[in-house]
């Protein structure tokens, strides 16, 4: 007997539901801390145990480091603290974001933005599209689309199509390695595909850098977008480059703005909802080494709300689909408005929104959601004043008590 479960993935799995399925085998943890982007932890921050073992099954608490001890009750404590998780997330699931290559080039012709780029004795190049508004006055704002975007174009707004699947592959468990990242780094990289995606993204940034007014992009208005599995891409993108202004995954479910302790508890209550068991053999957007934690994510250090977290201050708009139970509704409410509480204590909550509807099919934008999705244009692109405090379900997110998963209290950070 064969059940299915997942309406956007052909996948059978024998048996049963998601969670009897095993990972696969996987590489031990790694004790060496990842190279990250990151500019160089201030020696005042606390360090991070390296034999760290964790486990909690509430959310993990954003203002105390991962010593267990010490309290985040400054800004500066909180970069610290974002630091330190931007070197978790990739440690434990992401894999390593490697820092910007030793040579990034790059031009513009028409339309056609073209990056080149070495590193180690290898090269790889790639293009991204821009289209430009019309009727508008350059520069202009612009959305970084990871694998196109499905919300609707806003006027006056170019919109740069990121080729994520070129540099690396999605197709399947089989993708593993595949694609132009690791042509440059080597198919055993750590790197899944979303943070390999995230590097991508960086390294036209770079070159939109270099290219400076001929591209007519504002640079300081940019946003990233993507929908289902590139919207867990572009939550990633956003999280790991300071020069995106506005984020907006949309639909981005499990292993996106959902968290991996509540979808867990979703599908143990009996709704076919993606967890990480699920996730891990179905694609290769997570490293390898996230497989030994799959079957026991209470053991990690973190969960999504501190993924969406890297964002802060900057703006984080959620879009997301109440309708289909796979992508764990209720998991990506608890867990982004729980993020939110990261703005709220640095003093930004209205940064940061979700916005959960349902009766459309997935990736097809719901027009009722065009104000949401306006107020966080208009406020972070356009630079305009509109009202973009809002955490809003339609019902998906029932389900969510907060006391169950959040044991910590939000302090407000000087
Ligand atoms: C929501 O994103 C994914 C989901 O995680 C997968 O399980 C499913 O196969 O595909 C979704 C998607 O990308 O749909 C286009």
Redesign the pocket.
């Known amino acids: 007997s064969c059940v299915v479960i997942?309406?956007?993935?052909s996948?059978c799995i024998p048996g049963g539901p998601p969670s009897t399925t095993t990972p696969p085998t996987t590489t031990p943890p790694t004790t060496t801390p990842p190279t990250s982007s990151d500019p160089p932890t201030s020696t005042d921050c606390p360090t991070t145990p390296s034999n760290l073992s964790f486990s909690n099954t509430f959310l993990p608490d954003p203002f105390t480091f991962a010593d267990g001890q010490t309290k985040v009750t400054t800004k500066a404590q909180w970069n610290c603290r974002r630091a330190e998780l931007s070197k978790l997330l990739q440690q434990y699931e992401l894999g390593t974001l490697p820092p910007k290559p030793s040579s990034v080039t790059g031009s513009l012709n028409g339309n056609t933005l073209s990056v080149s780029v070495s590193e180690g004795g290898k090269s790889i190049s790639f293009s991204a599209t821009i289209t430009r508004p019309s009727g508008a006055t350059a520069p202009y704002p612009a959305i970084i689309g990871v694998g196109g975007i499905n919300i609707p174009a806003p006027a006056g707004v170019a919109v740069i199509n990121f080729n994520n699947n070129d540099i690396a592959l999605q197709t399947d468990g089989s993708s593993r390695g595949r694609g132009k990242f690791y042509d440059l780094y080597g198919s055993n990289h750590s790197a899944g595909a979303m943070i390999a995606w995230s590097w991508g993204i960086s390294r036209i940034i770079d070159v939109l850098e270099m290219v400076g007014s001929q591209s007519q992009i504002d640079l300081s208005k940019l946003a990233v977008s993507g929908?289902?599995?590139?919207?867990?891409g572009a939550l990633v993108a956003g999280a790991f480059d300071e020069r995106i202004a506005l984020t907006i995954p949309q639909?981005?479910?499990?292993?996106?703005g959902g968290c991996w302790r509540i979808s867990d508890d979703m599908l143990h209550s009996g709704i076919e909802t993606?967890t990480a068991s699920?996730?891990v053999g179905?694609?290769v957007?997570f490293s390898p080494n996230f497989n030994q934690w799959a079957n026991r994510v209470n053991n990690l250090p973190f969960d999504h709300h501190l993924l969406a977290a890297l964002v802060a201050p900057r703006a984080l708009l959620v879009i997301d689909n109440t309708s289909i139970d796979?992508?764990g509704p209720r998991s990506v409410w608890g867990c982004m408005s729980t993020a939110n509480k990261v703005w709220q204590a640095l003093g930004v909550a209205d940064s940061m929104g979700v916005s959960q509807v349902g009766n459309h099919n997935?990736?097809a934008f719901p027009s009722n959601e065009r104000p949401d999705l306006d107020a966080y244009i208009n406020k972070f692109l356009k630079g305009q004043s509109t009202n973009t405090g809002f955490l809003k379900t339609d019902g998906g997110g029932s389900g969510f008590v907060e006391s169950r998963w959040v044991n910590w209290q939000v302090p407000r950070l000087s």
């Open positions: 997942n309406p956007y993935y996948q929908c289902s599995r590139n919207g867990k639909e981005s479910g499990s292993g996106g993606q699920e996730i179905e694609n957007w796979w992508l997935h990736c």
